[in-house]
């Protein structure tokens, strides 16, 4: 049986420029398309041709570097730099230039609030296409790792700890010192423990310095590589990371806005997340959904239900099935005197807050001594009598704990998974971004905006084809 083999050396006519190698179809070329028909003046880039000296990369060549580098997982400067030199997808979407790592790593880390408007300009777009249609959003968060390692995390009792051992080390190193003085050992050994004794106390004065910033500024921990960043506790384990925050239209499963916070749960986000996404599409969100890590019903408050219809799922149930004629359903509430008011028409005064759960407590004091439903409505003969408890927020916890127990409501959660986990699975698996590369909260911001950003460009490319989205950005 004959093989089909190669040869290096076989002279071909090749074709005259690079733009013949790049078919029509390739989805580079979609890439190509989005970041043409970004703003990038109102997103923050600099373009100023007339600057004198040394001639700096076109920021849109580089932003395009970005934009496809991130979306094919080739987020690291050097890859980037290889990519632009062998490449040939690479190689069409810059024209040819060839930036180095450092160039690419300065461009990224000088343009971090630039490059958080990508995932905005990005839904902008999507809006034109009426691809967003801003009626229901979907709320979702997921831990990602920050670019430092949990032992930088230190608390009170960490630094603690390592200030009473560098004491020991300090102490014997001084010892040390002075047997080598004593016995008129080499020079360099002397020199050697001098220069590790200054490396400890350097060291010292550094964690003396994290334990001040811990007291003063009440923080449970600090990581001395990302000082914004804070301990996530996941499935996978403890580290240090972010909270990355996406907001989907359920339009076409399209990414509205992202966000990133430093908190290690979602309890207060709800309110921000729809905020944020609202400003996006220029209106309020007819309908919100998210899962019961958002039921923070202080948060919630703030979300005008007369405009967006919100759909979370309560994490403590307080609708419960009536348990009898005088269970907490029984009693009426009052909110101009804040009294409760029994079947038998007593008042429920208001006796104080608990402290452990921050619930209200209601008695109705000695005269459940004399009613004639003694013994069933309660038993407490006390000065407290029958007692009622009230959370924050418990009308507004009932009533979107009885709009979620509607059946247009469980249709609408039902859809939650499919659109808002499918962009976490992307970026985490097949982008290989479960990690983030630049720093603090900015630069978290403006990677996970990248990535989203990305997600959104893929799923146009799905939606319409490489040449119908072209044509269509160009049209």
């Known amino acids: 049986m004959a093989y089909r083999s190669g040869d290096r050396s076989q002279q071909t006519l090749l074709p005259p420029s690079v733009e013949d190698y790049v078919s029509s179809d390739a989805p580079v070329r979609a890439y190509d398309a989005m970041v043409e028909a970004m703003d990038l003046a109102a997103m923050g880039f600099i373009l100023d041709r007339s600057k004198v000296g040394n001639p700096q990369y076109d920021p849109k060549a580089m932003l395009k570097l970005l934009v496809y580098g991130y979306s094919y997982g080739i987020r690291s400067s050097r890859k980037l730099e290889r990519e632009c030199h062998y490449n040939l997808s690479f190689i069409w979407l810059v024209g040819g230039l060839k930036p180095d790592h450092k160039t690419i790593a300065e461009f990224r880390r000088n343009n971090k609030p ?14 034109d296409l009426d691809l967003i249609d801003g009626n229901v959003l979907f709320i979702d968060g997921t831990r990602i790792r920050a670019n430092a390692t949990i032992d930088n995390s230190l608390t009170v009792e960490k630094c603690n700890d390592r200030l009473a051992g560098l004491d020991k080390r300090i102490a014997q190193l001084l010892l ?28 010292k004065s550094h964690i003396e310095g994290v334990l001040c910033r811990l007291k003063e500024e009440k923080r449970v921990s600090l990581n001395t590589t990302d000082e914004e960043c ?6 996978q384990g403890t580290c240090a990371g972010y909270n990355g925050q996406i907001a989907v239209d359920g339009a076409q499963g399209l990414i509205a806005n992202s966000d990133v916070v430093a908190e290690n749960n979602d309890m207060g986000q709800f309110a921000t997340q729809l905020h944020q996404a609202n400003a996006v599409v220029d209106k309020p969100y007819k309908a919100a959904c998210a899962d019961a890590g958002y039921a923070s019903y202080a948060t919630l408050s703030q979300v005008d239900l007369k405009e967006t219809d919100v759909i979370v799922p309560p994490q403590n149930e307080i609708l419960k099935e009536p348990s009898g004629p005088f269970d907490k359903w029984s009693f009426k509430y009052d909110a101009d005197k804040d009294v409760y008011i029994c079947p038998e028409g007593h008042e429920l005064k208001f006796h104080g807050i608990n402290t452990r759960d921050n619930h209200r407590k209601y008695y109705a004091g000695k005269v459940c001594q004399t009613c004639r439903h003694m013994g069933t409505c309660t038993r407490h003969r006390g000065y407290e009598g029958r007692s009622v408890r009230r959370c924050d927020n418990e ?28 962009p976490f699975g992307h970026i985490k698996r097949n982008l290989n971004a479960g990690y983030l590369l630049l720093r603090g909260l900015t630069g978290a911001r403006a990677e996970m905006s990248l990535l989203a ?14 040449q119908g989205l072209a044509a269509r950005l160009q049209g």
């Open 453 to 466: 950003g990305c997600f959104n460009i893929r799923r146009l490319i799905t939606l319409l084809g490489v």
């Open 395 to 422: 009308q507004l916890h009932a009533d979107l704990e009885r709009r979620y127990a509607q059946a247009d409501a469980k249709k609408i959660f039902a859809r939650r998974k499919e659109l808002v986990e499918h």
């Open 114 to 127: 630039a490059l958080q408007q990508v995932i905005k300009q990005t839904a902008r777009i999507c809006i």
């Open 230 to 235: 804070v301990r996530m506790h996941s499935r």
């Open 176 to 203: 040390d010192c002075e047997a080598v003085d004593a016995t008129e050992s080499e020079q360099s050994s002397l020199v050697h423990l001098q220069e590790k004794l200054s490396d400890s106390k350097t060291l």
